[in-house]
């Protein structure tokens, strides 16, 4: 071997020696946006998909279970706990130094009939099921302490606002059950058995004004209290249309002047108006509609990296397009696209954009 060749071998093997990591591997969307987590909602078969579990490690730092941690999966029977599916989520992300995000623990969807009733059928009572409550959340969250970072503790209590009714709160199984303090109960519950994770109120429309105006009362109210939250989640699941950038920066400001950690914990743009069961895009979505979705997509980042001392967590609400629960839904049959990542793993425009505007910086 020639002596020249044998000093450039010298040369690229110091250059990998010395060269840090996040420049020998491909950067991806947490090395672009480091200055919040950038996180993701992974499904049980994740890790059936080489292609996801690639994207996963090269673009996130944060991780979500879509489902394992709801109480119908996790908690299917009332002596029966089936940790196995989010096991295998907790050991991927410790030996790919993610973090991980509980989802969820109080929910009055996906949570089996049981949990509210007798062995006869008959409603619990208040004590039985806060009794109930505290032995779901303190066993999950004992099973996991020291190993999640934070949990969504209460989803979905809101009510959606309509007309003149002052009712901000849902009247679920738990509050006709125990009453409006079961929220407060909950978060009590999760801090005596994990005193070091984060404890999250999870909700969808957030950035609707007056569901805005419910939340800031409910969580001032809880704050009051002595209630132990330490951050609200603004589900991200939009669409190209609405809500308005500026609706969602005034939410944000909003929960932040609350003295709480803001996170958009569900993200995907949809190409279609919620209430819109129309199949527009049956094989696929026309160019100028993925420039309008790129386009949306900037809006949202450029505001979040505006407010990115406020914001600690982006988790958007699965990797692809393949894995969308959009997919399906509310149109039967019908494929949606409201990922950064089409179904075969691939950038899309939404991506190019978003990266774009850390490269201009």
Known sequence: MKSSTIVVLLLLALNVMFCPWSMVQAQGLKDYYDDFLIGVALGRNFAMDEQVVKLVKQHFNSVTPENEMKWEVIHPKPDQYAFEKMDALVEFARQNNLKVIGHTLTWHSQ???WVFENQDGSPLNREALLARMQEHI???????KGKIWG???V???LVDPSGESEEILRDSPYRKIIGDDFIEHSFRFAREADPDAELYYNDYNMANPQKRDNAVKLLQGLLAKGTPIDGVGLQGHWNIYDPSIEDIEAAIIAYHNLG???MVTELDVSLYKFDDHRNLYPESVPDSMLAVQ????AALFTLFQKHHDKITRITFWGPTDRYSWLNNFPARGRANYPMLFDRQGAPKPAYDAVIRLREKE
């Open 155 to 157: 989803n979905e209590a």
């Open 294 to 297: 790129a386009e949306r997509y």
């Open 138 to 144: 303190q066993t999950v969250l004992t099973h996991y």
């Open 151 to 153: 949990y969504d503790v």
């Open 111 to 113: 949570t089996p009939r």
């Open 260 to 262: 709480l950690k803001v």
